[in-house]
Nanobody, 127 residues
Framework: QVQLVESGGGLVQAGGSLRLSCAATRRTLNSYAMGWFRQAPGKEREFVAGISWSGGSTYYAGPVKGRFTISRDNAKNTVYLQMNSLKPEDTAIYYC????????????????????WGKGTLVTVSS
């Protein structure tokens, strides 16, 4: 079973940047597609970005396209989300998740299609 731990969240001003990390333990990530999701207060969890097992394909949800970049380092068993030009509406808990069923598909990913989840890291963007 894969255990995922997110880090890198925090408080940032609008226009700023953060880099989230998702580290895996117990098993390697190189056979999983990975995704980042977020959940704002009072809203459903939504897909943000995904990356295929090799890193060769990526996919972004419309609201973050051009601002966020997902990447992975399979040697370090870690997935990243670089977030630039942050907006107050990006405020949410960010979760990483692993998909073992369709490792070659970067996205879009469904909440129900992911097999393992981290506990999340909070990102707060002030205006």
């Amino acid at each position: 079973q894969v255990q995922l731990v997110e880090s890198g969240g925090g408080l940032v001003q609008a226009g700023g940047s953060l880099r989230l990390s998702c580290a895996a333990t117990r098993r390697t990530l190189n056979s999983y597609a990975m995704g980042w999701f977020r959940q704002a207060p009072g809203k459903e969890r939504e897909f943000v970005a995904g990356i295929s097992w090799s890193g060769g394909s990526t996919y972004y949800a419309g609201p973050v396209k051009g601002r966020f970049t997902i990447s992975r380092d399979n040697a370090k068993n870690t997935v990243y989300l670089q977030m630039n030009s942050l907006k107050p509406e990006d405020t949410a808990i960010y979760y990483c998740a692993a998909d073992q069923t369709e490792p070659g598909i970067a996205g879009p990913k469904s909440y129900y299609g992911m097999d393992y989840w981290g506990k999340g890291t909070l990102v707060t963007v002030s205006s």
